[in-house]
């Protein structure tokens, strides 16, 4: 199995840009979720999702949207890039409530 | 939002020590989890703790859980320079929502 795999791995945009991260996992799981993570804040939720077709908000959604058409994928999308923007984002599967957490290595972003 | 707070935020020890992270939540949980972050890579999940449980050990790592003061301890003994990392608290309020995460501890281990 391949686990959590997020591309890509890097990118580079400018302010205003759109772009989609994708994410996909090959567990079967239920839950993902997308986090960003920057220097000194720890990791914050952005979106979730706890099934095909279900979605929700986490701490800081604004400015991305998601989708969740099939179990397998769930791809983060920016409208319109902001350097605010600018961060490390992983995804993240489990298989159920309660339960741990599988995470993609991550895909470092730069908005200009 | 509930988010768990690790403390300190930097610890720098010897091969050998033991090193002690804790952490500190607002609300109930489910469980509380810990994670291992290798500088420029993923999160791996270290151990879960259920609120119904007060101590868990896993290898070289000891986790305490006081629901009463809110708040998790993780112990590593013994500690190698490959141990070397940051590591995070994560919380979860109640089955069916995500894990909030906190700031994290950097953990240094020097040979």
């Known amino acids: 199995n391949a686990g959590v795999t997020q591309t890509p791995k890097f990118q580079v945009l400018k302010t205003g840009q759109s772009m989609t991260l994708q994410c996909a996992q090959d567990m079967n799981h239920e839950y993902m979720s997308w986090y960003r993570q920057d220097p000194g804040m720890g990791l914050r939720l952005i979106h979730y999702?706890?099934?095909?077709?279900?979605?929700d908000q986490g701490e800081v959604p604004n400015g991305y949207n998601v989708s969740r058409s099939t179990t397998e994928d769930f791809p983060l999308r920016l409208l319109s890039a902001a350097p605010s923007q600018t961060s490390v984002y992983f995804c993240?599967?489990?298989?159920?409530?309660?339960?741990?957490?599988?995470f993609g290595s991550g895909t470092q972003l730069s908005v200009l | 939002s509930q988010q768990g707070e690790e403390d300190p935020q930097a610890l720098s020890i010897q091969e050998g020590e033991n090193a002690t992270m804790n952490c500190s939540y607002k609300?109930?949980?489910?469980?509380l989890q810990w994670y291992r972050q290798n500088s420029g890579r993923g999160l791996v999940h270290l151990i879960l703790i259920r609120s119904n449980e007060r101590e868990k050990h896993s290898g070289r790592l000891r986790v305490t859980l006081d629901t009463s003061k809110k708040s998790s301890s993780l112990l590593i003994t013994a500690s190698r320079a490959a141990d070397t990392a940051s590591y995070f608290c994560?919380?979860?309020?109640?089955?069916?929502?995500?894990?909030?995460f906190g700031k994290g501890t950097t953990l240094s281990v020097s040979s």
């Open positions: 994560a919380t979860n309020q109640e089955a069916g929502t995500a894990l909030i």
């Open positions: 999702s706890v099934g095909a077709g279900i979605t």
């Open positions: 993240a599967s489990r298989p159920g409530p309660g339960e741990k957490l599988f």
């Open positions: 609300t109930s949980i489910n469980n």
